[in-house]
């Protein structure tokens, strides 16, 4: 586990002193006013609100897994979700969520290639969402942000974003192009991994056409007799980026603050896409200069790093912490997480 800690300590020191940096920078003689009239009812509130997230993400999973023929409890899934949160906080690009999850689905019978398509489908639904909102929020944004860097960072993220979307979409619909890309990684892969037999690889490239057949199959059910379990997911997706992108309103009510919830969602949308850009562990770092570069927009100077802080609690902190507990304490997957990190 030497290697799971030193990821989380390098997510945390980045967080932390990026943190600082931001309070330091924002520190006024109004700061500790605005810390003394703190309403800890509303910490409380946004607290309770991101964990409202984990539930509706976990019946997300659900809906998308019963829509296939699996049915997960309510617990399990919640489960599941909020141990992805911990591996997506400390790899670099929040990369390793979904591969633990996956993981995790696998280990509850389901062949990783329903588990993929559960996993991609909801990366799937998330990306087409945010992209959808993305040319408002740039609309909303820009009306009171006027600054060059922020257009260049933007044109980048959402480049990435699209082009993840369109090759996701394209393993979709043409799966025959996609095996024949999967067989050519797996041939120069494999013998790294020591596989160096014809044997050995003619058995990897068998399990992999197996689990490919699967992943096309389950797009194929919840396209079609899985709908209904598709529509729960779209439901869940758009109930989940509502009460997330909540949570920040909250939090401002509890410093005093009253901004326009428009332009509060809009913030967030940008933020999503910016921090798609770095290879820092959940985006640590970018997350905190962005949020504050884009939050002053609505917020006062004097309360804008405590913002960023309670923000990045919430949304960083909060998930190593409940992800941590759930990974190590309940599933005890512990393996498959050093496993990836090494």
């Known amino acids: 586990m030497n290697k799971t800690k030193k990821w989380i300590l390098i997510s945390l020191l980045i967080s932390l002193v990026s943190g600082l940096i931001v309070i330091l920078f924002t520190f006024d003689a109004e700061t500790i006013n605005a810390l003394m009239e703190i309403r800890p009812q509303y910490m409380f509130a946004a607290a309770c609100v991101h964990a409202l997230t984990y539930i509706i993400w976990g019946m997300r999973t659900r809906s998308l897994c019963k829509a296939l023929g699996y049915n997960i409890t309510y617990l399990k899934s919640f489960e599941i979700v909020t141990s992805g949160t911990l591996a997506a906080s400390i790899t670099p690009s929040s990369l390793g969520g979904e591969p633990l999850r996956i993981h995790l689905l696998h280990g509850e019978k389901m062949p990783l290639g329903k588990a993929t398509a559960v996993v991609l489908g909801e990366r799937v639904l998330d990306g087409i969402l945010i992209l959808m909102m993305a040319p408002i929020s740039i609309y909303i944004v820009r009306g009171v942000l006027n600054n060059p860097i922020f257009d260049i ?86 109930a ?31 933020i999503m896409i910016l921090i798609l850009i770095p290879a820092t562990p959940g985006g640590s770092g970018v997350a905190e200069f962005a949020g504050t570069t884009i939050f002053s927009l609505f917020v006062s100077s004097s309360v804008l790093g405590i913002a960023v802080i309670a923000w990045r609690a919430f949304t960083f902190y909060m998930n190593i912490l409940v992800g941590g507990f759930v990974s190590f304490k309940i599933l005890k997957d512990t393996d498959f997480i050093k496993k990836y990190l090494n």
């Open 153 to 238: 960072m933007f044109i980048f993220a959402e480049a990435g974003l699209v082009f993840i979307l369109f090759l996701t979409l394209y393993a979709v619909w043409k799966p025959a192009p996609t095996k024949k890309v999967v067989y050519f990684l797996v041939q120069r892969l494999a013998p790294l991994l020591g596989k160096k037999t014809d044997a050995a690889l003619e058995k990897i490239i068998m399990v992999v056409d197996l689990e490919l057949e699967n992943f096309h199959e389950s797009i194929s059910v919840l396209l079609n007799e899985g709908r209904k379990g598709l529509v729960f997911g779209i439901f869940y997706t758009l």
């Open 240 to 270: 989940f980026w509502f009460v997330d992108f909540s949570m920040l309103y909250v939090i401002l009510m509890g410093l005093n603050q009253h901004p326009d919830i428009a332009l509060v969602f809009a913030s967030q949308v940008i």
